[in-house]
């Protein structure tokens, strides 16, 4: 999967997804912002069904 910009994922979320997104950076807001938005492209703001959500456990 190629690295992509910021500007570059914005105009992804309004069109199509990709099957596979890996997020990291720096700045932990912006990781979890995008997630999110990638969250609410793939299955819309209803929740209830048909998404699990796993996270990574920081270390100790």
């Known amino acids: ?6 500007s570059a994922l914005k105009k992804e979320l309004g069109g199509g997804l ?3 997104y890996f997020l990291y ?9 995008y997630a999110e938005k990638i969250a609410a492209a ?3 703001r209803e ?3 048909n ?3 796993y996270a990574d456990a920081p270390s100790a």
């Not at 999967?1 to 910021?6: D, L, Q, R, S």
């Not at 950076?25 to 912002?33: A, I, M, S």
């Open 51 to 53: 998404f699990v959500k």
């Open 1 to 6: 999967m190629p690295k992509i910009t910021e």
């Open 47 to 49: 929740r209830d069904m």
């Open 25 to 33: 950076g720096e700045e932990d807001f912006l990781v979890r912002t």
């Open 18 to 20: 990709s099957r596979v």
């Open 42 to 44: 793939a299955v819309g």
